[in-house]
């Protein structure tokens, strides 16, 4: 069968299986391998990418579903050389170990931020609830996403100042 979707800005057709998972399109047809295969059970959230900006676990979606739609993984989140707020903040606060759930875990976090823009601990917990990291204790991962909240609303901050209060 043939889809038709964007990927991280990039309009792609590919010719896949009727019973192709969306991750296995992600990784083995279009070659964006930060997009983690963790549990094919839809347990541990390694597979999150976000389909029309709603966080899915691309591991129990069909490709035939994605077509049409705008995805994002972990590869489309950065703007060129400059990291997302939330990549940022894992990487400052240390919220990865292996690395390994990290792309699912940032790409939970984004959604998580923009539902949340000041998640409390509560907030933060249910919404990474999906996702399982077995490294780092989360103690990292929940101080990361504050950071990540505070880089984001300091950038509304900063754009607000400079365009005269127009958004």
């Not at 990927?7 to 930060?34: K, P, S, Y």
């Not at 875990?105 to 923009?114: G, H, K, N, T």
């Not at 999906?130 to 504050?146: L, P, Q």
């Not at 984001?152 to 005269?164: E, F, L, Q, V």
């Amino acid at each position: 069968m043939q889809i038709d979707l964007t990927v991280n800005g990039e309009a792609r057709r590919v010719q896949c299986a009727d019973n192709t998972l969306l991750v296995d399109l992600i990784r083995d047809d279009l070659g964006l391998t930060g997009t983690h295969v963790g549990c094919d059970t839809s347990q541990c959230g390694c597979c999150t990418v976000h389909v029309d900006g709603e966080a899915v676990k691309s591991c129990t979606m069909l490709a035939a579903q994605a077509q049409g739609t705008q995805v994002l993984t972990i590869e489309g989140l950065a703007e060129g050389d400059v990291l997302h707020p939330v990549q940022q903040a894992f990487s400052a606060c240390h919220g990865l170990q292996c690395g390994y759930c990290t792309p699912g875990m940032i790409m939970a976090s984004v959604q998580l931020l923009r539902r949340h823009p000041q998640p409390t601990d509560a907030q933060i917990e249910e919404g990474l609830a999906g996702n399982i990291c077995r490294c780092t204790g989360y103690v990292n991962i929940i101080a990361a996403v504050k950071t990540a909240a505070g880089l984001i609303a300091a950038a509304r901050s900063d754009a607000t100042a400079t365009h005269g209060g127009a958004r």
